[in-house]
Every structure is written in C-alpha cells, then in structure tokens.
C-alpha cells in the first residue's frame, strides 16, 4: 500500500494522539503517504480528509483527546452510509485505514472488512473492553486518574468518618472499578462481572466500623447502575449516612501516562507494518508485553472477561 488513513472514533481516550503519531510518522518512514479522516465515521462520510505530514502530528504526544477529533454516527451503521464511506476512501486513493477506537468503532471496521475494505482495529478506549488484547490505550491514565481522585476522598472520608460511594466509568466492563478498587483500598468493588450481595457487603461495612475503622470506600463501575442508587440501599438497610461521587469525564481527559503512550506507539505502527504486508481485517494488541493481532471479526466474537483471581485478591485484601 503506498496512501493509508487514520481516523479516530466513539468515546476519546487519552493516548489516542500518541497512537495518530506513530501511524503518521511510521508510514512516512516507510515512504507512504498518510491522511488524517477527521471525526470520525461521520467525516470519513463526508470527506473531511486531509494529508497529514511529519509535522502535522509534532508536540500531540503528551496531549489528551484527540488532534483528529472524534464522532457518532448512526448512519455509518447503514448500509448506505458504509457504501458513502469506501467511495470517499476509493476517491482519495486511499487503500487501507487505521481505526482507533473502542468497541463500537470496531464493529464498523468489522462492517468495512466484510465489504472487503481492509482496515486495522487499534484499541483505543479507557474501558479496557477490547478482546485480543490485555490493555487498552487509555485505561492506565484513566485508572491513575481515578486513583488519584480515591486518595482525595479517602482523606476526607477519613476525616468525617464515612462511607464513600464512588462511581466510575466502563461502560458494561469493570476493569476500571476492579484495577482502581485494588489499588486505592477499597472495601467494596461492584463490577457488572459478578453479582454483588447488598447483605454481604453492609456486613462487611458493620465489621470495618466494629474493629475502628474510620472510613469505607465502595466502587461501583458504571455497568453495574448508578452510585446514587447503591448509596440509598446501603442507607435504608444499614442505617449509614453516605456520600456519592460520579468521576464522570474526568476519567477521559488528560496528559496520558508514560505506559499509554508506549502503548499507543507500539499499537499504532504495528497497525502501519500490517498494511504495508497488504493486511487488512485484523486487529492489534498487546498480550504479556507481545504485540499480537487478530482477526478483527473473531476478535470481536470472542466475550470480554475479567480476572477472577484479581477480584477475589481485592476481597481478600479488604475483609
Ligand atoms: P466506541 O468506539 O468508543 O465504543 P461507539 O460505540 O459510539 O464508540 O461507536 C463509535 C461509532 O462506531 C458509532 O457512532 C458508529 O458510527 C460506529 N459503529 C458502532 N457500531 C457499529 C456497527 N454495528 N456497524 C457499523 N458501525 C458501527
């Protein structure tokens, strides 16, 4: 392939500039040309492309977001829409692409891979949800940021004596809740992997509060409901005053960390190497520190798990 895309879509995460980095400047080191699709499905739709040069991805690295911008769009699920797409992309002359983005931007590679159009899937979300890889680019600067905000609240629950109730996002995965719950402490983590029993856990709240402990800190990922709704059930039955916090947004944001943009420049250029071998349909990710790939539709096939015993460590460690 000597003209490749790249484009961004579905939620941002941090890291995803490094990614569009190393796919612009590992492609022109291999003497191909690289266009930037901005926003997303929608943009390649519309044909907001550009070609973007060495420069143009110069001082993005250490930046959140992302410089391609990102977008839904519900007409990319079309058939129509897919069809738009590739007669952009065969306008252009351009004859693979890099999409980075989270489940749903996936399944739209997967829509473009069946209609023969190559495309190589990069994990970039901070729910950490991808199949075929063991990180995501953005879960481990969400999670520090995460971490940072229970260490706040820890203080303060410290001082009031409380209970917090903290939510954070995933969407249907607890990877955030569980990674973050293990290393701020926490004494209840509630992932939508595994049912929680609301008796088992004020059980716990009232041995804490019996051998003197000051404060309790209770994750919830946002697969699992809302915090506010677990908060009024540990009230009404165990007779505690909570508070809640919703992180929200802020777990999306920011510098990302040393590791995501490592990641993101590994991930990224293998995405390139792919193409140049004439590959489509696959897509990257990293296993026990090994760059892998997949193809992209059984990759998407295969269901998202946990880690168990890493769940039942955060139990053990929080009796
Ligand atoms: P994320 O990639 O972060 O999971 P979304 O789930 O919003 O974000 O997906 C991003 C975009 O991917 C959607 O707005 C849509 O354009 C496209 N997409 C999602 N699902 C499909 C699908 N089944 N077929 C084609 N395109 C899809």
């Keep these: 392939m000597k003209r490749i895309g790249v484009l961004t879509s579905g939620g941002d995460s941090p890291g995803m500039n490094a990614a569009v980095r190393a796919v612009v400047r590992k492609a022109i080191f291999h003497e191909m040309e690289v266009f930037g699709i901005y926003h997303g499905y929608q943009g390649l739709i519309n044909g907001d492309i550009r070609q973007l040069e060495l420069g143009s991805v110069g001082d993005i690295i250490h930046r959140g977001g992302t410089m391609l911008h990102t977008a839904r769009c ?47 899937g990069v994990p970039g979300t901070i729910d950490n949800d991808i199949p075929g890889t063991d990180f995501t680019i953005g879960f481990d600067t969400a999670l520090n940021t995460v971490i940072d905000a229970i260490d ?101 944001g920011g510098s990302p ?13 293998r995405g390139v190497e792919l193409l140049l071998d004439g590959k489509g349909g696959r897509a990257v990710g990293i296993e026990q520190n090994r760059l892998v790939d997949y193809d992209i539709i059984e990759a998407l096939a295969k269901p998202h798990t946990i880690d168990k015993k890493m769940y039942d460590l955060s139990s053990e460690l929080s009796i």
């Design 74 to 120: 519900p007409e990319f699920r079309t058939e129509e829409g897919q069809l738009k797409a590739i007669e952009q992309l065969n306008n252009h002359g351009i004859e693979g692409i890099v999409i980075i983005g989270g489940d749903g931007s996936y399944r739209g590679a997967k829509a473009l891979t069946e209609r023969g159009y190559p495309c190589i």
């Design 257 to 269: 960390s040393a590791n995501d943009r490592v990641l993101a420049s590994r991930l990224g250029a």
């Design 152 to 252: 706040k609240i820890r203080d303060t629950a410290t001082s009031h004596e409380r209970t917090y109730v903290v939510e954070v996002m995933g969407r249907n995965a607890g990877d955030i809740a569980l990674w973050a719950g293990l290393a701020g402490g926490a004494e209840t983590i509630l992932c939508p992997e595994y049912d929680y029993d609301m008796d088992e856990l004020i059980g716990k709240l009232n041995r804490g509060h019996d051998r003197g402990k000051k404060h309790s800190i209770i994750i919830v990922a946002e697969g699992v409901g809302s915090a506010v709704d677990v908060s009024r059930k540990i009230e009404e039955k165990a007779g505690v005053e909570t508070r809640v916090t919703v992180l929200g947004h802020v777990q999306r």
